[in-house]
């Protein structure tokens, strides 16, 4: 037997039309998360690949540093490559890296916007679903844009359906409790 999936540019769609929001956002949000990303762009490090990636993350009001403030905190990225060049790093995962030393976790990101220079929408590769599946809820909306500004939206559930997190981890204690019950290690 199999469910109905929804369609996801359909419930963006749907959902972006909602109460004057784009999808959940102020214009003045939405704005400003799709100017930054596309500006970010302009900082890539990516002279291997020449493929220029922005990020920018929109802060909730009330997690926002120093105080909740009424204009919308962002904070950006962009890809920076290496001359080996598996040891690059993504747009998004520096934009995180950022926001997490700044302090920000789970409950802090309101948004996610990722442009590149391309005609298609470009997705988040699949490391950086998971890095930002640790610091984001199912429902936290990702904007990609195309080099026209033009959008589509998916939620990080949507793009990472079934996902591992932090809340899916038992404690270590009951973890260690387990195997020490099974004989099967000693645990400090
Ligand atoms: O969502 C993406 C996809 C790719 N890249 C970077 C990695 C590499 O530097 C370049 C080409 O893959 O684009 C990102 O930053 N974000
Ligand atoms: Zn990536």
């Known amino acids: 037997m199999s469910t109905a999936i929804p369609d996801p540019v359909a419930t963006a769609l749907v959902s972006s039309e909602q109460n004057g929001l784009v999808h959940g956002l102020s214009a003045a949000e939405f704005q400003i998360l799709s100017l930054t990303c596309i500006e970010a762009k302009a900082t890539a490090y990516c002279p291997y690949s020449l493929f220029r990636v922005g990020a920018s993350l929109l802060i909730n009001p009330n997690t926002a540093t120093p105080s909740p403030t009424s204009t919308p905190a962002i904070i950006t990225g962009a890809n920076v490559e290496n001359a080996s060049y ?103």
């Open 86 to 188: 598996p040891v690059g790093t993504c747009a998004e995962r520096v934009a995180m890296g950022t926001a997490v030393i700044q302090g920000h976790r789970i409950g802090s990101f309101k948004a996610i916007g990722v442009a590149t220079d391309m005609d298609d929408f470009c997705s988040p590769c699949g490391m950086c679903r998971q890095y930002l599946r640790e610091f984001c809820e199912n429902e936290v909306p990702i904007f990609m844009f195309n080099k026209r500004g033009e959008y589509r939206v998916m939620t990080l559930g949507e793009l990472l359906p079934m996902s591992f997190g932090p809340d899916k981890l038992p404690s270590r204690e009951v973890l260690a409790r387990g195997l020490e019950e099974e004989g099967k290690t000693k645990v400090a």
